[in-house]
């Protein structure tokens, strides 16, 4: 916090100038999200990271550190053996998870039934995680559909996604992880900017996902798509996503499978298959599906 009189920094939690001793008067930001009605209003105290209107995330800093460079409140890029991939990050809330009966015939018995869940604030993977990505940590590219190096990695099975996983926390100090259930679908429905999409930032299928109906059979670099309310990429479509919660039949019924949750559908499936809600259980070992891939959460 800079004083007015001598133009000293202090602390941000500072109450008087520690130069000339004047009292300092607080730093407010302002949300920098157009559409919010708060838009460029300088009302919120310095330390809010969410704007309380809107939800989108304010604020933000750039690190010293090659290995974590926080370009904003809102996204943080990380580095790993020379490769950048970005976290987008979410404020939790309370959602309706699963097919409503406004969803109609689409809806399968393992939706449902609807219900609230509720979600703490997060961090979730711009994209699927990448060949190119997966290769630096792990020296090794298991895809199917190898050769552009921006296509989500697949041929994963769950097991390995936890090796992958391991040892680029071990490269970063970090903590990422599998998203729960919960919280990729909060995050491909939009997360509190959300606007009812059928699939993960549109009810057009074509122009967030590479589906049946458009992928020539084979995976897409991934940002070739538009991005959902939030700005995360491929949440319809392109590749399955591993979540880290144990497989269940329905909502109402226990997690006790030995099956693991995949979400998002993939090139291979109809655009049912890409709804936002639709979900799909494997084996903790099954690799050989080169329509599984991960996305990472913090």
Not at 45 to 62: D, L, S, T
Not at 71 to 96: C, H, L, N, R, W
Not at 236 to 243: D, F, K, M
Request: glycine content about 10%; charged content about 25%; overall charge neutral.
């Amino acid at each position: 916090m800079k004083c007015k009189i001598c133009n000293t920094e202090n602390r941000d939690t500072a109450k008087f100038c520690n130069e000339c001793g004047a009292k300092l008067e607080p730093q407010l930001k302002s949300c920098t999200n157009k559409d919010c009605p708060d838009y460029g209003k300088a009302i919120l105290p310095a330390e809010a990271k969410f704007c309380p209107c809107c939800g989108y995330a304010i604020g933000g800093y750039v690190s010293n550190n090659n290995e974590r460079n926080v370009v904003a409140m809102d996204k943080e890029v990380f580095t790993v053996e020379g490769v950048s991939f970005t976290m987008i990050a979410v404020q939790g809330g309370t959602y309706t998870m699963g097919a409503t009966s406004k969803k109609g015939s689409d809806a399968r018995d393992c939706e449902k039934p609807a219900h609230k869940e509720t979600v703490s604030d997060f961090m979730i993977g711009e994209t699927p995680v990448t060949q190119e990505l997966w290769q630096a940590v792990m020296c090794a590219n298991p895809s199917h559909f190898a050769g552009d190096m921006q296509r989500p990695v697949e041929c994963v099975s769950w097991d390995d996604c936890q090796t992958f996983i391991r040892k680029l926390n071990q490269l970063t100090g970090q903590n990422f992880r599998l998203p729960s259930e919960a919280e990729w679908e909060y995050a491909a429905r939009g997360g509190n900017r959300s606007k009812g999409c059928k699939y993960a930032g549109s009810n057009d299928v074509d122009t967030v996902a590479w589906y049946n109906g458009n992928s020539n059979r084979t995976t897409h670099p991934v940002k070739t798509k538009q991005p959902n309310e939030l700005g995360i990429y491929d949440m319809s479509g392109n590749v399955r996503e591993w979540c880290q919660d144990k497989w269940c039949d329905d909502y109402n019924s226990p997690r006790d499978s030995g099956f693991r949750v995949l979400r998002g559908g993939s090139w291979g499936n109809f655009a049912r298959g890409v709804r936002v809600f639709d979900r799909h259980g494997g084996t903790p070992v099954e690799r050989n599906n080169c329509g599984y891939g991960l996305r990472l959460a913090l």
